[in-house]
């Protein structure tokens, strides 16, 4: 699995995503080494249904592991871990890491699961990795060159019709922020080709960068989910624009081709309905 960088890529983009990609292996050989055994000291975070395993731990260990070789002065913003600062102080870089998006999945012995590092100065993301262990596939993406997949350049698909893209979407763990996601698929559902839900926001996010998906949306998402995601469906020629919070639904994300945006918005962006 090589990360590739396109072409257009800077030299310090580049080693960037090099150490990246070294971030994402370390973790990836941590998760696959206890992928479909009995899931090993499985706790509740937010909710009984957000979930948290011993893998996830030791994979943000070994990202940490890495990033502290090879950039100490940088910040690390990880789901499980936190935010810590790197020696450089206000100067450094940040590397935002998911150890492992799409627990449930992984947990339940589904192989839809990936490893997502990205590196961020305060203008946005410089170089993105998300790695599929299983599926062999390593995501990348840089500021200044191409999107790739296993080092071959991707795009989105361009879709221009709503009525007949495949949409990818995720669900909150909160019981009344699902009531009102359900409420907003049947507004939607009528209106697009399809709508799948995976389990891993990142992969979905990938899904949309190589074409496989025409567009993606979730709420209640974290910088983690999408640090790394958000650079690659750009650099791929798609639109990432954030969802505001509205009422009991949280903040989220919606990439999408141009063509279809201002459409998807006015479908997933406003308050959930009450009933429709």
Not at 44 to 72: C, F, G, M, Q, Y
Request: contains cysteine; glycine residues 14%; hydrophobic residues 45%.
């Amino acid at each position: 699995m090589t990360a590739g960088t396109g072409a257009g890529a800077s030299a310090g983009e580049r080693e960037l995503l090099t150490i990246a990609h070294r971030a994402a292996l370390a973790a990836a050989g941590e998760l696959t080494a206890r992928f479909g055994g009995k899931p090993a000291e499985v706790r509740s975070k937010s909710t009984p249904t957000d979930l948290v395993s011993a893998a996830d731990l030791a994979a943000e260990e070994a990202i940490r592991a890495v990033l502290a070789r090879e950039r100490p002065a940088d910040a690390i913003l990880g789901e499980e871990g936190g935010a810590s600062d790197g020696a450089g102080g206000g100067d450094s870089l940040r590397w935002v890491v998911d150890p492992l998006d799409g627990t449930i999945n992984y947990l339940y012995g589904i192989p839809q699961f990936a490893v997502s590092v990205a590196c961020e100065d305060a203008d946005g993301g410089l170089a993105a990795v998300i790695l599929n262990p299983i599926g062999g596939e390593t995501f990348a993406a840089t500021r200044s060159g191409a999107a790739t997949l296993n080092g071959e350049e991707i795009s989105g698909t361009g879709c221009e019709q709503l009525a007949g893209a495949l949409i990818a979407t995720g669900f909150g763990y909160d019981a009344d922020v699902r009531a009102a996601q359900g409420r907003v698929l049947t507004r939607l559902l009528p209106r697009v080709g399809n709508v799948r839900r995976l389990g891993a926001a990142a992969l979905d996010m990938c899904d949309c960068a190589r074409g496989r998906f025409d567009a993606y949306f979730e709420r209640g998402i974290k910088p983690w989910d999408t640090a790394a995601g958000s650079l690659i469906c750009t650099r791929a020629g798609l639109v990432v624009r954030e969802l505001a919070p509205a009422g009991v639904l949280p903040a989220g994300i919606l990439v999408a081709p141009a063509a279809l945006l201002d459409e998807l918005l006015q479908l997933v962006d406003g308050p959930a309905p009450d009933s429709i």
